[in-house]
């Protein structure tokens, strides 16, 4: 809400980055398990602008029949980081000891700090309206404008009705409620997904290395899925089954994951689970933008 009705939602929305890197950071100077907890929320507090807005940020550039695929891809920077993050973490837990400061206390800095110089950059030259991008020609960024009025069927989708009522219309709405129940299913089944390091290392892979790097290729696919999917879903302009297919391999993948304990078999339910799971989840988020 705050996001469309600001002037510059670009600088809003890194502004936002550049806190949640800053509290991110702030996680090295942990003493106690109370501490971290209120950390945590503050984390998850900066962290909530983000996608919400970034998502807006999008429509302001892209028709409805474009948006899949460019949310796709915006997911996609996640995963790249999920898939090659792990094996950063591992460059930077050699630090340990380093100038009296633990191993995992500069996984914080180092990455909190490099968010936060990110976000400041991107600051700089993201557009924050099609009239600010400064790269078109005036007859390129009329035929983008006139494009999303036609899409739109308005000259400025925030005028249709004050935010205060299009609010109340939004929770009014059943439709916005299973949405958001299914959303929260999708995160708890995406949720061991957090645990790959953990779940690896049970498969007999003994080293760390090992473990982190195995957990690179499910992402990897995800990557290919979801930006397949995107585009599948843009060009034949559904998207109620592109959200209930990867959810049912979801369920056949969680299924193989506790059915065997064959490792070959349990691997493979690990690579299909960030693609179908995450998936669903971008697309039941759209979902809810197109509804």
Same mark, same amino acid.
């Given at each position: 809400m ?5 002037g ?23 003493q ?5 907890v ?12 983000? &996608? ?5 940020l999008l429509?302001?550039?892209y ?19 999920n ?18 400061i633990?191993?995992?206390?500069w996984? &914080?800095?180092? *990455? ?7 976000a ?20 390129e ?7 999303? *009025? ?5 000259k ?34 995406a ?13 007999g ?41 990867p &959810? ?6 969680n ?13 493979v ?12 989840r ?10």
């Amino acid at each position: 809400m705050i996001a469309s009705k600001i002037g510059k939602p670009g600088v809003y929305i890194c502004g936002w980055t550049a806190l949640w890197g800053m509290v991110s950071a702030c996680s090295a100077s942990v003493q106690s398990y109370p501490g971290l907890v209120v950390v945590r929320l503050c984390l998850g507090f900066t962290e909530a602008a983000f &996608f919400p807005g970034a998502v807006f940020l999008l429509s302001c550039f892209y028709t409805k029949k474009q948006i899949a695929l460019r949310s796709a891809i915006l997911y996609s920077g996640s995963q790249l980081g999920n898939a090659f993050g792990g094996l950063l973490a591992l460059a930077i837990l050699s630090a340990d000891g380093r100038h009296g400061i633990a191993g995992w206390r500069w996984l &914080f800095i180092i *990455e909190g700090v490099l968010t936060v110089g990110c976000a400041l950059i991107f600051m700089t030259f993201i557009p924050n309206t099609p009239q600010s991008m400064k790269w078109l020609t005036p007859v390129e960024r009329d035929r983008l404008v006139y494009r999303l *009025e036609a899409d739109r069927g308005t000259k400025d989708a925030t005028d249709e009705m004050p935010t205060g009522r299009a609010f109340k219309l939004a929770v009014t709405d059943p439709k916005v409620w299973l949405l958001c129940i299914t959303l929260t299913l999708a995160w708890v089944c995406a949720s061991v997904t957090n645990m790959f390091p953990i779940v690896v290392s049970q498969m007999g892979f003994s080293t760390r290395a090992e473990s982190l790097g195995l957990t690179a290729p499910p992402y990897v696919l995800c990557i290919i899925i979801i930006s397949l999917n995107g585009w599948h879903s843009d060009k034949t302009h559904e998207r109620t089954f592109h959200i209930v297919g990867p &959810f049912i391999f979801c369920v056949i993948a969680n299924i193989l994951a506790v059915a065997t304990t064959n490792t070959a078999a349990r691997y493979v339910s690990m690579m299909l689970l960030p693609a179908v799971s995450l998936h669903g989840r971008l697309h039941g988020r759209l979902r809810g933008e197109q509804l």
